[in-house]
């Protein structure tokens, strides 16, 4: 059974939008001027979760945002990401834009949850914070992966938007990542 797995960069008060600043965002470029000398460090993180994936679960925007930068690029990272397969939540999109990519049209939570049948290992789902909304209303989170950022935007999208109910979760890892990022892998508290 597939395990699906949050993984995403946050502010210190959960803002995920436009971290290279490449949106346009008033506050965007986060990522790179908060986080620039742990950068090197937090890249072998993400190397590190990229080797023990099984497959990628995004939405449309972020299928696109991915294709258009990793595709050129080689590597180990590079390799690895391209090389996985993907599944990419649209409602709209006939042809996925990343490598080894399938659309999953039908009811997001219907396809989420045979795909986690279907799978074993780690599904990821990188950037796809809408995606991820509706993943954690439904309970198909099995776990939360937040690299901190040390920044409070005060304004943005944020990870997590409003629930039906209450969604306990326990930390059950926490390091830092170079001098100043914090990595924090919660899981869902299913019997609260």
């Known amino acids: 059974m597939g395990k699906i797995v949050i993984s995403t960069n946050v502010s210190l008060d959960g803002v995920v939008q436009d971290p290279d600043g490449e949106e346009g965002f008033r506050l965007g470029g986060w990522f790179g001027q908060f986080g620039a000398e742990d ?10 979760e990229a080797l023990g994936t099984e497959a990628l679960l995004l939405g449309r925007r972020s299928d696109e945002w991915f294709a258009a930068r990793w595709l050129s690029r080689s590597g180990q990272w590079a390799d690895r990401l391209n090389s ?30 045979k795909l986690k049948q279907e799978l074993d290992g780690d599904i990821v789902v990188y950037a796809s914070y809408q995606l991820g909304r509706t993943l954690i209303e439904h309970d198909l989170v099995d776990e939360l992966r937040l690299v901190v950022f040390p920044v409070v935007l005060g304004a943005g ?25 914090a990595f924090l892998t919660y899981q869902p508290v299913r019997d609260a």
């Open 39 to 48: 950068l090197e460090q937090w890249a072998k993180v993400s190397l590190e």
């Open 157 to 181: 999208e944020r990870l997590f938007g409003e629930t039906s109910d209450k969604k306990p979760m326990r930390l059950v890892d926490a390091k830092t990542v170079g001098g100043g990022l």
């Open 84 to 113: 996985l397969p993907k599944y990419v939540v649209s409602a709209t999109l006939e042809e996925a834009k990343w490598s080894n990519s399938t659309v999953l049209t039908g009811d997001v939570v219907s396809e989420v949850s």
